[in-house]
């Protein structure tokens, strides 16, 4: 029996690509864009991806690191519920003045504490803030505020993705933009617009009185006398 050679090579191709697997590939996570400048100042919270909508209040201890520990912000933002119609919706979360306990700023996509300290991740993917900054920095500027989802979103060079992870069995957290532990948990970070406090209104300005021009000395009154 012949075979011709045409089909031997197909024969053999087909078995050939019988056994190899073909790539995949996979589209790479666009990144947000938000802004890099605002003018106004913010506090920082903490939202596990898979905890719903508790945020955590952030703070800053005496070296600069980003921590929280658990305590929740009363965030003035209603979400949407079955059955449930919020009085007066309020656009994204804000928190009261006074119960702030750190605030920021970001200018150019560089992000300072109220020390003027420049928020960075250092070499061992940690989120804390340094003046002068660390050299072995892996990023010191890049940051971003993002709006996402309902929530306005801390971003480094486009990207939400944070992790918090535990520093010990009490509760605290400290911040990096990397898994560095089994343990640690992906998360966002919120940015938590500061309520400004109520101020009295102005005082009504009293009429500026009008300027005193002395008469010139030798100027004669109407009876020849002088002024």
Known sequence: MKFSTAALT?????????????????????????????????????????????IYLAFEVGDGQLEHNGQV??????????????????????????????????????????????????A???????????????FTCGWSIIEDDGYLLLGLNGCTDFW???VDDCGTYKLYDASIDSKCKEVEIIVLLIEEEEECPPEPCEPT???????????KGHKGGKW
């Open 209 to 219: 009185p009008e300027p005193f021009t002395p008469p010139y000395k030798g100027h």
């Open 73 to 122: 912000v009363d965030c003035k933002c209603e979400k949407d519920k079955r059955g449930y119609s919020p009085p007066a919706p309020v656009e994204y979360c804000t928190i009261a003045k006074e119960d702030c306990v750190d605030t920021f700023t970001l200018c150019e996509s560089i992000l300072k504490d109220e020390c003027e300290r420049i928020g960075e991740i250092v």
């Open 164 to 166: 918090e992870c535990p």
């Open 10 to 54: 197909f024969t053999l191709f087909a078995i050939v690509n019988a056994g190899v697997a073909k790539p995949k590939y996979y589209k790479p996570k666009t990144k947000l864009v938000g802004l890099e400048t605002v003018d106004y100042e913010f506090a920082l919270g903490v939202k596990e991806k898979c905890d719903g909508d508790t």
């Open 124 to 138: 061992n993917h940690q989120f804390q803030f340094d003046n002068p900054i660390q050299p072995d920095a892996l």
